[in-house]
């Protein structure tokens, strides 16, 4: 069969044959249809991701879509190694494999799955958000953020509040419900002084994609301005601007800030499918909107090397 393999470390995935999977007793075998590339599934293919198995060669892509030997339409995740997303065919646990909603497309529920789940498992795993509350999404002017704003607020939260880089991106993310956008400034100062004005009037939830400095001021901000015991949920998802940050250890100390992390890990694996499920359910229902570009499988290593953080690639497999 024809998948999208990655014969070796740090080496990108090639278009070509790949043995054709037989599923075990509590796996089902998958025609795939869809299957999207994500920044999890970029980095677990490079072998430098938390969660990649170090195995080679193997087919890349950690979830897709595609139909079962009785024709039903799944949304698949986390296939058994070395099979994955990309490729004609696949094996998942049945465990790890949900049912479609008839009204969502294979492409968009390709696309939609890991970005949107990243922010819901936030909100509802981690955070514990409450409807009525304030959220900040630090990191939102691509396809994860746009969807982090659109689901905070279909679970409810106030006001929400966006940071980027690129001021005609927060203009669109505002016409998605962001309430303020705050554009991610070289000033540090001037950057620090604008979240302090946001945390005075009061923040309850901050998702972070971006980690770095952004973070930094983000966290230094929120201690000098939080009141007394008033907790913040800080949760951190991404780190697109680097891996690591330096923090005072009095920021912690001085505030009721509460830093946590989530992720593959972070969370029992069938809660993190029951939240996809949730998605799933809702995203025609409460109108989700998420750009895409679907591209035929046979043309992933062209793909693998497009950088547009508005819209998800989707690969496209059988028809």
């Not at 705050?182 to 009061?202: H, Y």
Request: proline share 7%.
């Amino acid at each position: 069969m024809k998948a999208a393999i990655v014969r070796a470390p740090a080496e990108p995935p090639i278009y070509g044959d790949f043995p054709v999977p037989e599923p075990a007793a509590d796996e089902y075998r998958i025609r795939v249809t869809a299957a999207a590339i994500s920044p999890v599934t970029k980095s677990r293919a490079a072998g430098v991701h938390y969660s990649s198995s170090g195995q080679f060669p193997f087919i890349v892509g950690v979830d897709g879509v595609g139909s079962l030997d009785d024709g039903s339409r799944v949304y698949f995740a986390l296939p058994r190694a070395p099979y994955g997303g990309m490729a004609e065919q696949t094996v998942a646990p049945a465990a790890h494999c949900l049912p479609l909603p008839s009204a969502l497309d294979d492409i968009t529920a390709a696309a939609i799955a890991n970005p949107g789940m990243s922010s819901w498992v936030a909100y509802t795993e981690r955070a514990k958000l409450k409807p009525g509350e304030t959220v900040l999404v630090n990191g939102a002017t691509g396809t994860a953020g746009r969807l982090a704003i659109q689901i905070a607020r279909h679970l409810g939260a106030k006001r929400i509040i966006a940071t980027g880089r690129n001021v005609e991106a927060l203009r669109e993310v505002a016409a998605l419900g962001a309430d303020v956008t705050v554009p991610l400034v070289e000033d540090e100062e001037a950057l620090e002084q604008s979240f302090k004005t946001q945390f005075a009037r009061g923040v309850d939830v901050v998702i972070d994609y971006l980690w770095g400095k952004s973070a930094e001021r983000l966290l230094t901000a929120a201690a000098k301005v939080s009141e007394d015991g008033v907790p913040l949920r800080f949760v951190q998802i991404g780190a697109i601007s680097g891996p690591n940050i330096s923090l005072p250890s009095a920021v912690l100390r001085a505030s009721a800030i509460e830093l946590m992390g989530s992720g593959i890990g972070s969370v029992p694996r069938d809660r993190f499918l029951g939240v996809v499920a949730d998605l799933l359910n809702a995203a025609v229902p409460a109108g989700f909107k998420i750009a895409t570009r679907p591209t035929p499988l046979s043309q992933v290593q062209d793909a693998w090397s497009w950088a547009d953080s508005t819209r998800r690639t989707v690969l496209t497999v059988n028809g």
